[in-house]
């Protein structure tokens, strides 16, 4: 037999085929691997809005509850809070909180003793005044709370009397905080009648509403609903303007949102 016409190596039509399976395989795995990515990047941004939604609930529902605060609870209001101003809190006597915007609260209390901290970590000035449960504080913690729109993060403010303000950021990748107070009226000061974005000074706030909305960090992991659907509970709930959504609007990238509601009843200063 002659070896000349035995066939050596492969055909066209076999190189196409065999190219044509392996482009398939190639474009198949590569499509796993984006579709995993994209679930991955999903399930991040999902534990990091949660993860934020709730430090924030905590956050200031542990600060705001310590609102009105006494050592002695048989001490008036208006010997145990004089008017006073730090942080950025113009408080009147006896008042113990107060609106500064629609994204910023000033509350003061009272120390429970020697061990006790404010939003920063910091604790009393003097020991020597709780050396015996009940007695009367000389020391009055002041805090306002606050939302740094430009950096995205809520930020705690503390001023020791005599010194500087200085503020302490709590957390970031917050993409809005509001804050609207249920107030009780003349006939009923102690009960809360009705939920007020901006009560007046003479109208008791008694309870005091926190939305909050976290935004994921990262970028276009949002694929099913649009950004008017992301916003929309937070929309309703939050009283924000028609100027402020459309901001959010123009800064999305298609990320992940989470809305929060939270309600603290300030049981210092209702029976």
């Known amino acids: 037999m002659n070896n000349r016409y035995l066939q050596r190596g492969l055909s066209m039509i076999e190189l196409m085929v065999a190219l044509a399976i ?7 795995v590569t499509q796993i691997y984006i579709d995993n990515k994209r679930s991955y990047s999903f399930q991040q941004s999902q534990s990091e809005n949660q993860e934020g939604s709730r430090y924030a609930l905590i956050f200031l529902q542990q600060e705001l509850a310590k609102a009105g605060y006494r050592r002695r609870p048989d001490e008036p209001m ?19 909180v107060m609106r500064i915007s629609a ?8 120390p429970r003793d020697s061990n006790d901290r404010d939003c920063q970590g910091t604790a009393v000035g003097t020991a020597a005044n709780f050396t015996s449960p009940y ?4 020391e009055n913690f002041i805090e306002r709370i606050w939302f ?15 010194g500087q303000p200085k503020d302490a ?3 970031g990748g917050l993409a809005d905080l509001r804050f609207i107070f249920g107030v009780g009226s003349a006939a009923s000061p102690r009960n809360v009648t009705q ?17 909050t909305l976290t935004r994921s960090t990262g970028n276009y992991v949002r694929d099913a609903s649009s950004v008017d659907d992301a916003l929309l509970n937070w929309k309703n709930y939050s009283g924000a303007t028609a100027a402020e959504v459309t901001a959010l609007k123009n800064a999305d990238k298609s990320q992940l949102y989470q809305f929060s509601q939270n309600t603290v009843t300030l049981r210092n200063l209702t029976p």
Do not use: H, W
């Not at 208006?78 to 113990?96: I, M, V």
């Open 22 to 28: 392996s482009s398939f395989l190639i474009i198949g």
């Open 78 to 96: 208006e010997n145990a809070f004089p008017a006073e101003n730090l942080s950025g809190c113009n408080f009147t006597t006896g008042q113990t």
């Open 103 to 110: 994204t910023s609260v000033c509350i003061r209390y009272q």
């Open 135 to 138: 007695t009367k504080s000389t």
């Open 148 to 162: 740094d729109s430009a950096n995205n993060n809520l930020v705690c403010t503390r001023q020791v009397s005599g």
């Open 169 to 171: 950021v709590m957390m």
């Open 195 to 211: 939920y007020l974005a901006s009560p007046t000074t003479t109208q008791p706030i008694l309870a005091v509403r926190f939305v």
